[in-house]
């Protein structure tokens, strides 16, 4: 699953129930069903959950 295209397909930053999630080849692989989290995540942002000291070489 890739975001970048799954946001380019949906037009909207954060997929919702019944949504398609998608491969880098814009694939849909993924139906949306239930989201049961408590609020943002990962997916969202990605380069989020990376700290500054990780992605040194």
């Known amino acids: 699953m890739s975001m970048a ?4 397909t ?3 930053l954060q997929p919702q129930r019944g949504d398609g ?5 814009r694939r ?3 139906t949306m069903t239930e989201d049961t ?3 943002d995540h990962a ?3 990605p380069h989020a959950t ?4 990780s992605c040194r070489a």
């Open 37 to 39: 989290s408590r609020g």
């Open 5 to 8: 295209p799954t946001r380019a």
């Open 28 to 30: 849909r692989i993924l």
């Open 10 to 12: 949906l037009l909207k």
């Open 21 to 25: 999630l998608s491969t880098n080849r």
């Open 50 to 53: 990376a700290s500054a000291t």
């Open 43 to 45: 997916r969202r942002w």
